[in-house]
């Protein structure tokens, strides 16, 4: 979520402020216990059961046995609240790379981590992104896989586009095996059976005349079994840090 403005600069909401530390306390309000962590947990929580769609400011206000009004004294709107929990939902980033690890196996792990993040809370995907990220622990990963790329040739700007582009990709590939999830959930197959089966469809409908690229891919048996998405995952993740690779090498010898 964006933070507003006014002619002093941009001003944040309360919780955000809270949230770096920015108040001494928490926004108050008259309820014994409640306080934003609490609010943010017990909406991490529904999250985590339920999914975004059931995340609402009565139904987390349900969670705590409170009125949904004494909520907003403590966070100001549903977006305030999505921007905590992606906060929370993230969790730590992994930290800077270990000492001696170079560029690769630095963003490599930086990827992955975040890669089981997002697997593990596929709701991160549905929220809808406003603007650059201002939350702590959010700025921890950028940090992190910024580090990544220290002692490189590459310029701060692409550095940063490369980031950019790398988590772009694993958000892509969270997205798609959280679609085929639902998918395999709504049609009772399993994930594992999803391919075998679109390649044998594939067999029936397609005139190899028409579509030798495709036959040649069934001939040689790629769709007769399901791939480990992780190693699909590795594939793409290894390709994009080849391109990084080349760029380096190039910003090197000029």
Not at 6 to 18: H, K, N
Not at 19 to 28: F, H, N, Q, V, Y
Not at 147 to 154: M, V
Not at 220 to 229: E, I, K, N, T, Y
Request: proline content about 9%; aromatic content about 6%.
């Amino acid at each position: 979520m964006a933070a507003k403005t006014d002619d002093s600069g941009p001003v944040l909401p309360p919780a955000i402020e809270y949230a770096w530390g920015l108040r001494d306390r928490p926004p108050k309000g008259p309820r014994p216990g409640m306080s934003v962590p609490a609010i943010v947990d017990a909406a991490v929580g529904v999250a985590d059961a339920d999914g975004l769609a059931a995340v609402s400011m009565s139904r987390v206000a349900k969670e705590l046995g409170a009125a949904t009004m004494a909520l907003y004294r403590y966070v100001g709107s549903k977006d305030e609240l999505l921007a905590l929990m992606v906060d929370a939902g993230y969790g730590p980033s992994p930290g800077p790379p270990p000492p001696g690890t170079d560029w690769r196996a630095g963003l490599t792990r930086w990827a992955w981590a975040e890669h089981d993040v997002l697997r593990q809370r596929f709701w991160l995907l549905h929220v809808p992104i406003t603007g650059p990220p201002i939350t702590p622990q959010q700025l921890g990963w950028m940090e992190d896989g910024l580090r990544c790329l220290d002692g490189t040739a590459l310029t701060e700007g692409e550095k940063m586009s490369t980031l950019l582009l790398l988590t772009g990709y694993v958000r892509n590939e969270a997205t798609l095996a959280s679609q085929i999830a639902e998918g395999s959930r709504a049609t009772g197959a399993k994930p594992s059976e999803m391919m075998p089966a679109y390649g044998r469809l594939l067999a029936q409908l397609i005139d190899p005349a028409r579509f030798p690229a495709l036959q040649r891919v069934l001939a040689a048996g790629v769709l007769s079994q399901d791939d480990d998405p992780d190693d699909e995952f590795t594939f793409g993740l290894d390709r994009i840090l080849d391109g990084v690779d080349a760029l380096i090498g190039r910003r090197a010898a000029t």
